[in-house]
């Protein structure tokens, strides 16, 4: 599934996939070569994830249960991703996107 994100007037270009599945969720972006500039991942109730098996630098967006912002990290190749008090989503985009999130703000998430 696709969902549309906005981060203030923004609306990311995406694709970004919805997380729903158990394989999905267990897959993420893992053995993908690249993805576009805009594309990701959204994890719902998801609150920590792993960069193993992957080939590239991502960049990380906590949310809490009402979407706001906690904390934005790049993860590197065969990490593990911060532990976020509060986290209970997540969004998987690719290296300097996370610049277009701001810690505190409210995103907009929607299919």
Same mark, same amino acid.
């Given at each position: 599934m696709i %969902?549309? %994100?906005?981060? #203030?007037? +923004? +609306?990311? !270009? #995406?694709?970004?996939f919805m997380a729903d599945s158990f394989f999905s969720r267990f897959k993420g972006l893992m053995l993908k070569k690249s993805i576009k500039s805009e594309e990701g991942i959204f994890f719902k109730n998801v609150n920590r994830i792993h960069t193993c098996f992957m080939r590239f630098t991502i960049d990380v967006i906590y949310f809490d249960e009402n979407y706001k912002v906690l904390?934005? !990290? !790049?993860?590197?190749p065969w990490k593990i991703g911060s532990k976020v008090k509060g986290a209970h989503h997540l969004l998987e985009l690719n290296s300097g996107m996370g610049k277009y999130f701001r810690i505190g703000e409210f995103v907009k998430i929607e299919r």
């Amino acid at each position: 599934m696709i %969902v549309n %994100v906005y981060s #203030g007037t +923004k +609306k990311l !270009e #995406g694709p970004i996939f919805m997380a729903d599945s158990f394989f999905s969720r267990f897959k993420g972006l893992m053995l993908k070569k690249s993805i576009k500039s805009e594309e990701g991942i959204f994890f719902k109730n998801v609150n920590r994830i792993h960069t193993c098996f992957m080939r590239f630098t991502i960049d990380v967006i906590y949310f809490d249960e009402n979407y706001k912002v906690l904390y934005i !990290e !790049e993860v590197k190749p065969w990490k593990i991703g911060s532990k976020v008090k509060g986290a209970h989503h997540l969004l998987e985009l690719n290296s300097g996107m996370g610049k277009y999130f701001r810690i505190g703000e409210f995103v907009k998430i929607e299919r």
